[in-house]
Structures are given as C-alpha cells and as structure tokens.
C-alpha cells in the first residue's frame, strides 16, 4: 500500500484515515485532546471510551467501524492524485473490551493487522466463520501479527480454566482479604466470572468504576470495601512489599493474572494450593497433560503472592494455529519492546514459505543467562536438504572437521533451528 494513505495505531500528522485498534496506552501513544490530524475509525465501545480518556477529543473525529461487515473509503494517492478505493472489515480481537483486528483489501493486495489478540476456544464462533469467510474470498498478503508470545518457552490455558484457578486460589483462603492486579482496561472478563463463581462483589478505584459503568457492568463491582474482601488494583501499586504492608493489618493476599512470569525467582515453600478445587483433583498420582498444565499456571512467588497464566494475548500454540488458519505470503510482528520478542517468521516462515537469516532471539532472564544469544532461522523442507548435503560433505572430512561438526551441534526447538549459539 502506497505510504501517507492510513495509519494504524500510530497518530503522527501525514496520512489520510487512522485506525484504532484497542484503547490500551501503548497503541495510543501520540493521541490526546487536542489531535486533530483526520478521522479516526474503531469500534463502538473504544468510542464510547474516548471522553474519559481524551478529556476535550474533537468527538466528531471518531467513525464507529461496525463488527463483520465490510466497509469502504476514497482515499487519494499522493503520487498519482487518482482515488484509491479501500474497503476494510473489523474483527473482534478478543484482547480488552472494544479491541478488534483491521482486515484491509483494494487494489494493493489483502493485509490482516490483528493488533492485541487473543485467538484461543473462548474467540467467539462469529469472529472465526467471518474471518475465514473474508479470507477464503480475499487470500491475505501480509499478516500483522500481535507476537508478544511468538515463543515456544510460551504456553498456557485458555482464560476460561484461568478463571477457574484464581477463583480456587480465593476460595482456598477464606480467611484472607484479597487484591488483583489489574490495568486501567482489560481483565474484566476475569473480574466477572470470578464474581459469579464465588457469588461475590468486587471492589475497584473510583477511575475503574467510571470505565465499568461505561462498560455496562453496573452491579458487579463497587468502591465500599465494606461489601466485599476482593478488590482489584492498579497493577502498579501492586507489590511484594504493599502485601506485607497489608498482612501487618489483616491476613492477605495478592493475585497477579498475566502470561509473563513478572518475577524471576519463584517462593521455595509449599506452593499447594490447600484446600482448592484444583489441588484436590491432582492427588492422584497419575496427572492429564491437562492438569499438568494447569498446575503450570499457578505460581507463589511469596507467602503472600501468587501468579497466574491468565493473558488477553495469544500464546506460541494459539499463534501458530491461526497463523494456519490464515495462511499469509508474509507476515510482520508488531510487538518490538517485549522481552519474549521474537519475529514470527523465525517460527512460523515455512507456512509462508518464506526464507529468513540468522537474526538474534532474546530469551528469558534465566535461559539467557546460559546462553548469552542465539540465532535461529525458519526451518523449511529447502533448510533440511541443504543441511543433509552439508552433513554428508562433513562425513567425508577429516577427524578436525569431525571435531569441529561436535562443536556445531544443533539444537531445535520445534520449528526453529539453531544455528549458533555466542
């Protein structure tokens, strides 16, 4: 697509249309009251978010992009002065409430940004049948994929069993006050299931409560913590030390819902969650990968603190899955910052059958610490013919070669191939 045409999650002056995807910070960086640059398409809800958020925001600026159907733009080249017809189609992301996926189509080609996503069996059977729908008429040239977990190190169940585990961590402590962490939008659906599991109100800042009522949950939270021992708090205020604050007054403890492990070393005491749901089906000694995985996803950090795997971003599997269902010539990752970062292509290029060099994967604290960089590659049927050809030249060395083949030793991670380790 010719550049100064549109903009997605990105809010310098210089194109025509801007495009939305979710109202999280960091997509919205460069946005405030006073921008005013052209009009800016996302869905309903994002929308009904802007005045709370951008206090002044011309609202007259905002084009609601109704969900599964298409829609079309005249935009004019820069080059050619001639009208460039798009039509695009939003796509519930599944991430936070509001956020959905641009898929785009003209005379350029056909490309999916998928912004935040969480592609998992809770994604609605609307958005799948839409999408590959749309896709099976319109193939998608490049996929802009959300890679924050683009890494096999990544795995962890659905938000529905995630649920579930914080749920039974509460009712393991029926003594004990407890605090979730949370950001100023998303994990609402965690909030409302574990209400209605537990049969209980949720306390959340008087910030939170505005964006909740604008949500449409009116009567599941509140801001008297007389009603309730749950309460969900800024993610940053949450900590090692506001919990043994906490504990000097009443028995408490933290609950932080993510899919990155925040801290690096886990608690060495007991970390059985006694007396839950979860524990007291995994006394027999013979355990589902399902449970195993499930247990996974609990963590104590601390006496008073516990981690668990609940993430509104997409794991390695769940990547790779759509990434199947997509089929795209190419794709982009539009996560760069993250710590797990890794280039979808070095995974997953072989579905489209691209051919990626040595680049530097950036592991985890600890793995790092082991090895200090790695370089991988995509592994496709032309990689493994080459490399037999290499391993049969290296059969007919001398014993040096031989000596220097021990020193190559590959290792693979799935679909990876690591070809160097410094």
């Not at 537990?198 to 008087?206: D, E, F, Q, S, T």
């Not at 309460?231 to 933290?254: H, K």
């Not at 990968?289 to 963590?299: D, I, S, Y």
């Not at 391993?391 to 060395?397: G, L, N, V």
């Amino acid at each position: 697509m010719e550049s100064g045409l549109i903009s997605v999650d990105r809010w310098r002056n210089g194109s025509q249309a801007y495009f939305l995807t979710h109202m999280h910070s960091d997509h919205t960086r460069g946005l405030s009251g006073g921008w005013s640059q052209g009009p800016l398409y996302c869905s309903r809800t994002t929308a009904s978010l802007f005045p709370s958020r951008f206090p002044g925001f011309d609202l007259s600026l905002l084009r609601v992009v109704p969900l599964f159907s298409w829609t079309s733009l005249s935009l004019r080249s820069n080059s050619s002065g001639s009208t460039v017809r798009l039509h695009l189609m939003a796509i519930d992301a599944h991430h936070c409430p509001g956020s959905i996926m641009f898929l785009f189509r003209g005379d350029f080609g056909c490309f999916l940004y998928t912004g935040d996503f969480r592609w998992d069996s809770d994604a609605s059977d609307e958005a799948r049948t839409t999408l590959v729908a749309a896709i099976d008429e319109f193939p998608v040239d490049i996929l802009y994929l959300d890679n924050t977990y683009c890494n096999p190190i990544y795995s962890f169940p659905s938000r529905q069993v995630a649920v579930q585990l914080v749920a039974d961590i509460i009712a393991s402590h029926p003594s004990h006050d407890i605090i979730i962490a949370v950001d100023s939008l998303g994990k609402e659906d965690l909030l409302v299931h574990v209400s209605r599991i537990l049969n209980i109100k949720i306390w959340v800042w008087p910030e939170r409560l505005r964006t909740m009522h604008l949500l449409g949950f009116q009567d599941i939270f509140t801001t008297d913590t007389s009603l309730t021992r749950v309460r969900a708090v800024p993610r940053y205020s949450f900590s090692i030390q506001t919990l043994e604050g906490l504990n000097t007054m009443c028995p408490t403890i933290g609950i932080m819902p993510s899919g990155l492990p925040w801290v690096k070393r886990p608690f060495k005491g007991d970390d059985k969650l006694s007396g839950s749901f979860l524990t007291a089906s995994m006394k027999n000694e013979t355990v589902s990968a399902k449970k195993e995985l499930e247990a996974a996803a609990v963590h104590k950090f601390h006496d008073y603190m516990y981690s668990v795997h609940y993430s509104d971003h997409s794991c390695y599997e769940e990547i790779g899955e759509f990434i199947k269902l997509v089929k795209p010539k190419s794709m982009k990752g539009i996560v760069v910052s993250s710590s797990s970062y890794v280039d979808p292509l070095y995974y997953f290029g072989r579905i489209c059958g691209a051919n990626q060099p040595p680049q530097v994967l950036l592991m985890r604290p600890d793995i790092a610490e082991e090895f200090r960089a790695v370089r991988i590659k995509s592994y496709s049927a032309s990689d493994k013919t080459r490399m037999l050809a290499k391993e049969k030249r290296w059969k007919r060395d001398s014993h040096s070669s031989l000596k220097r083949n021990k020193k190559r030793a590959r290792i693979q991670v799935k679909c990876a191939k690591i070809l160097e380790v410094d």
